[in-house]
């Protein structure tokens, strides 16, 4: 999970691109950076820069109480 603009978003734990642990990448601004190879996802759209293809998972959380509640965005 990381925050974006304030707001925690949720992806995929592994990398479209082959499969790295992309839950471990580091967040600049809005874009996620996978740890293996160094491609580059923004959470805003899930959009990869190295390949327009690929698009990562995202999900909203919201915290009600003791509960995390996670949703899955529309691509
Ligand atoms: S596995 Fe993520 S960039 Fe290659």
Redesign the pocket.
């Known amino acids: 999970m990381f925050l974006v603009n304030g707001s925690p978003v949720a992806t995929q734990a592994r ?6 642990p ?1 839950h471990q990448g580091e967040v600049c601004g809005t874009v996620l950076t ?6 580059s996802f923004d959470l805003v759209t899930g959009e990869c820069e190295e390949d327009p293809d690929l698009l990562i998972k995202r999900y909203d959380v919201a915290v009600d109480g003791n509960d995390i509640l996670v949703s899955q965005l529309s691509a």
Request: proline fraction near 15%; charged fraction near 0%.
């Open positions: 990398c479209p691109h082959a499969q790295g992309l996978c740890p293996w190879h160094g491609w």
